[in-house]
């Protein structure tokens, strides 16, 4: 039996790196926490298995970002939102490649993948965002 890779944010960054947005699915209560984390809120059990979580999903609600912080103010105004999968996981990502005032509460919206345009001292991760479907 092979054994699973750990639960650490830098394998969930691996598996970005990958094209696959993987949560970590409690083994007890079926809760998928994401990013993964070593305790499950709903039921405190430590054993996980990583789950590929869906690429669609539904925009919940949403802002504008006029005001940015320090390391976003170059993307400025950007959107951001929350977004509902398939399997009712609810996450945040920007939201790109559609003009701002044709966002909307309900659009479909597909998870991407890239790298940020944004620099900084920080490790440079590949990231996720939600693009029109």
Known sequence: MSEQPPFTIEQFYKYINEGKLMGGKCKR???IHLPP???????FSEEFEWTEVPKKGK?????IIHVAPPRF???APYAVGIVQLENSLKIP???KDVEHGKVKIGMELTLRFDTSAVQSEWPQWPR???KPT
């Open 29 to 31: 209560c079926g809760k």
């Open 37 to 43: 984390r070593p305790l499950c809120d709903g039921c």
């Open 59 to 63: 925009l919940l609600t949403y802002t």
């Open 73 to 75: 103010q170059q993307m």
């Open 93 to 95: 990502g920007m939201i």
């Open 128 to 130: 996720y965002c939600f």
